[in-house]
């Protein structure tokens, strides 16, 4: 198939652009490159540089190149960031989502893939989360991806769009051939941070809160591989074929780790300490947060080769070492 990856130059959105080579399909990238990394992309892909909210640009793309499936990898993701600035995350996850998808209601493109997050969910007790828990996310960046699923749901009806949301975890490790990783600027995420912090490129990890209702006291996260993720979206293709379907599915491995746990296993995957110390709360960080990913193993056929956290861990550690500093450009 032909698949329109918007946000395809970031750190899942590129992940998914070779999962679906690999698979046989055709992508193509649409990415304004605020995040995203030209030396992501696989050699002779087409490239749209621009803006995925300005129909004038988007529009005609879709009507030359008659894509059967748009992906949205291209939302703004800083949770505290949300919190100072919400109104460049509505701006950019909610506006410019409205005017993607009004471009293709305009050229009839009628399947979409939405990336969405367990952030919708807030702070719940229900664990692990299955797909029925109540939507209540508490960051403006958690309500934007809990409101883009609600107008998803809205056009299933109103115009017959077949939809799948995708709430991932937390999204992590590297291709294993390790050319591709994650390179955030400013890199707030747990694997890399401690990774930078064994290697000495940051003077040491602070862990946020030790005093959680958890067995050691630090938050527990269900970590995912990217391409796991992105399988899980070329898994949806068939099902997504009949107008009008509406798909959700938790992407996780369903085993959590702590934050003390992923610095162990960090630290016997790269064989170096990781400096640390402890550290308040950060606010808004929730205790626990794992899957319940039953569904999307039935529906889906949907297997998870990365299920434990070293397998992780090691993908990540082969692409920093091969990319200290990430993406050169
Ligand atoms: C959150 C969301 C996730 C979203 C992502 C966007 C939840 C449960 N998860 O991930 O859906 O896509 O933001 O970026 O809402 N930590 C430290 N020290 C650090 C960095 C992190 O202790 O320097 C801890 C955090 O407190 C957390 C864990 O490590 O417990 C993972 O943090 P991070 O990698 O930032 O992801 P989440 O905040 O869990």
Redesign the pocket.
Known sequence: MKILVVGGAGFIGSHCVRQLLAAGHEPLILDNFVYGHRDSIPQGLTVYDGDMGDISFTQPILEKEKVDIVMHFAAF???GESTTDPLKYYDNNISKTVHLLQAMRNTKVNTFIFSS???IFGDTNEMPLHEDVPRQAFSPY?QTKQDVEVLLGYCAKAYGLSYACFR????SGADPDGKIGEDHDPE???IP?AIQAARGQRDK?????TDYPTPDG??L?DYIHVNDLSRAHIASFEKLQTPGTELHYNLGTGKPSS?LEVINTVEDVTGLKVPHEFGPR?PG??PA?YAYPEKAIKELNWDIEFLDIKSIVETAWKWHQSNPNGFEE
Do not use: Q
């Open positions: 993701a800083y949770v997050s367990c952030t958690g991932y975890f937390n999204a707030t995420h747990l941070l990890l602070v862990i946020f809160g630090t938050c996260r934050v950060r960080d929730v947060a």
